[in-house]
């Protein structure tokens, strides 16, 4: 399984901008497609970006496209989340994971709060 740690999280206005890490140690990076999801309270966890290994072709939900990039440091077992023009409803706590998740152990996640 791989271990993650997501940081990076923080109070931002909206409009505003805030960049998400997440740092990967054991087996399950390498090779992989990574991916960061986030939960709001009250609602499910959803899937927001994926990036696959060489980090072609990102994958963005609708709702963070055009304003969320995914990238990967594949040296440092690290992926990032950049986000702009954030907005309330990407209140969330964020969390990254192999997509398919494969069972792994999800970390702790990083708290994102846009304030109106």
């Known amino acids: 399984q791989v271990q993650l740690v997501e940081s990076g999280g923080g109070l931002v206005q909206a409009g505003g901008s805030l960049g998400l890490s997440c740092a990967a140690s054991?087996?399950?990076?390498?090779?992989?497609?990574m991916g960061w999801f986030r939960e709001a309270p009250g609602k499910e966890r959803e899937f927001v970006a994926g990036?696959?290994?060489?980090?072609?072709?990102?994958k963005y939900a609708d709702s963070v496209l055009g304003r969320f990039t995914i990238s990967r440091d594949n040296a440092k077992s690290t992926v990032y989340l950049q986000m702009s023009s954030l907005k309330p409803d990407d209140t969330a706590v964020y969390y990254c994971?192999?997509?398919?998740?494969?069972?792994?152990?999800w970390g702790r996640g990083t708290q994102v709060t846009v304030s109106s």
């Open positions: 994971n192999s997509v398919p998740t494969y069972g792994n152990t």
């Open positions: 054991g087996r399950g990076f390498t090779g992989y497609v």
């Open positions: 990036i696959g290994w060489t980090g072609r072709n990102p």
